[in-house]
């Protein structure tokens, strides 16, 4: 019995460290990569013989122009996520504590668009704002970006609200608050947290977001972060600078790694909002 | 509790949910004037509230939608064959660019409808079953849960552009997916170890999601039922098989069903890792992409139409076949599928994943 049960606990942490080198491996050779000198990138060895810093300085340089492409990429995904919270802040309280009808067929309809291939949006839009001048501008990549974005900020704060305790809602309404107060001064500081949550995650898929501002823009000083990684050339036209292609996807994904460890239990309980009901 | 102070549709349990959905007919004489008029004045502020929302969704994906259907039956602008001019508008041709869908551009078409397939079954397949895997190890692993589930959340953080370039650079020729298997492919260049390198990034970003989502259906399984089990004889095949699985399925369904529509719609990891215009893993929107970005409108929004409606139709397979339920518990009392759902404690808070 005591050897069986020994066994399996061999067994478990076996299967622990394999999760956990699955999953952080491909990373950790990222970094590894974006740390060696141009001359031993091809080194297959799992640390790196020599340090060098010299991809991560060759990024700051501003012929490289990877910094405009930084603010781009911040500029974008903040103002989509911002406009998306705000109006999905709305939508999903009504969703979580309202009677309404049509309300499933409502909230089927907002989940089906953020199933939608992103695709199909983007031809017919690159030809209208091309007719409208739209090209290579913020609008145009913040635009098509809210037909994913805002679905997933309403259903995750729709998950949210409905978790939150209905009796503080109604003892407000009973000692004499609207619901417009009671949303104000009751829900909207305890479903900080929920907002808080939801924010980073729409936040990430507005960053991490490619095809739209690839179709979109043909600047290169209008180009996001994702977009000028993968147009870096190298010294000669057939050598990809791939040091300094890791060095920026490093820098590009460490923000959100670093979100994603600080926050994690929240950032699983808004992924799996909705799937364990 | 007061109820009869509450504004009803706040505590919908049971058939007063029901009355508040008819909120706009004619107030029903039994409930009385108080209650009716309470519900149409929360329809009226819920109309508010969602209409923002669905306004800007009809903006960017609804109007779309329309006018790539009414693009798809344009053609290119050109030579008009009657005056020798060209044309500043682009003429109507009916349904000729998805007769050439089918008959003249049939090959590049198909090999992108096979291949956006074959990609979205086999990566699919394999994240469920490596997703499924790694849920069952986190659910019994009691130490190391803070460092199993930070670390499975990166995958899923690294966006997927730059994964696509990672791999490209795992899978180059020198790289060191080469020197681990001591060996030369060439996996980046036109064949079917192109397929092979996209399918293996693929899953290793996405198999983590589902394994996230599963092990939140695994976490709301009571542990009397196993202990039942246990007692009427069952090994732990037997447990799997007759208890974990039925129990997790709903949610595993839904994680299904998400998974394979953003397969369906998979557009960076070929495009990054291998490229553009590589027939070995063109997928329906980068073929549309690309039609798209070289001004040719018509059969872009063809093909952006048909890839659509695929998805569409997947959707609506895994909604009605297999009962996916997506939308969730909305308040409202179910009408049919109520002793699968009900068996579980409903609790509020069972979405969330306990540590």
Known sequence: ?277 | MVDTEIPPGTAADGPAGAAGGRAGQPAAPVKGGRRAWATAASGRTAALLVSPTLLVLTIVVLYPTIMALRESLYGPKGLDPKTGFITTTEPFVGLQNYADIFGAAGDRFWNAFWNTTFFTVVTVGLETLIGVTMALIMHRAFSGRALIRASILIPWAVPTAISGLLWRWIFNSNGVANAILGHQVLWTTEGFHAKVAVIIAEVWKTSPFIGLLVLAGLQVIPKEVYEAARIDGAGPLGQFRRITLPLVKPALLVAVLFRCLDALRMFDLPYLLIGAQKNSVETLSMLAQNEASNVRFGPAAAYAVILFLYVFLIALGFVRLLGADVVGDDGSPRKNKSNSKRRRAPGPDSAEVSA
């Open chain 1, 1 to 277: 019995m005591t050897t069986t049960a020994k066994w399996r606990t061999w067994l478990l942490y076996a299967g622990v460290a394999a999760v956990v080198t699955y999953c952080l491996a491909p990373f950790y050779w990222m970094l590894v990569s974006s740390l060696r000198r141009t001359s031993d990138i091809f080194d297959t060895s799992l640390i790196p013989s020599s340090v060098s810093f010299a991809n991560y300085r060759a990024l700051f340089d501003p012929a490289q122009g990877f910094m405009r492409a930084l603010l781009n990429s911040l500029i974008v995904a903040g103002i989509t996520t911002t406009l998306a919270l705000l109006l999905a802040t709305f939508t999903a309280y009504a969703m979580a504590r309202l009677e309404f009808r049509f309300k499933r067929l409502v909230l089927t309809l907002i989940i089906a668009t953020s199933m939608f291939p992103v695709v199909s949006i983007v031809v017919p839009l690159l030809k209208l704002f091309t007719d409208i001048g739209w090209i290579n501008t913020y609008q145009a990549m913040i635009v098509p970006s809210m037909s994913f974005v805002l679905p997933l900020a309403v259903w995750n704060l729709t998950t949210f609200f409905r978790q939150m305790p209905e009796e503080l809602e109604q003892a407000a309404m009973i000692d004499g608050c609207t619901r417009g107060q009671a949303f104000r001064k009751i829900i909207i500081p305890i479903a900080a947290p929920g907002i808080f949550t939801t924010a980073i995650i729409t936040f990430i898929a507005a960053w991490n977001e490619f095809l739209i501002a690839l179709t979109m823009t043909n600047k290169p000083s209008m180009q996001t972060a994702p977009v000028a990684i993968s147009k870096f050339t190298g010294a000669t036209t057939y050598e990809t600078p791939f040091g300094s292609q890791m060095a920026a996807g490093v820098l590009v994904t460490v923000p959100l790694v670093v979100m994603v460890l600080v926050f994690q239990r929240r950032i699983v309980a808004g992924l799996t909002a909705g799937a364990a009901k």
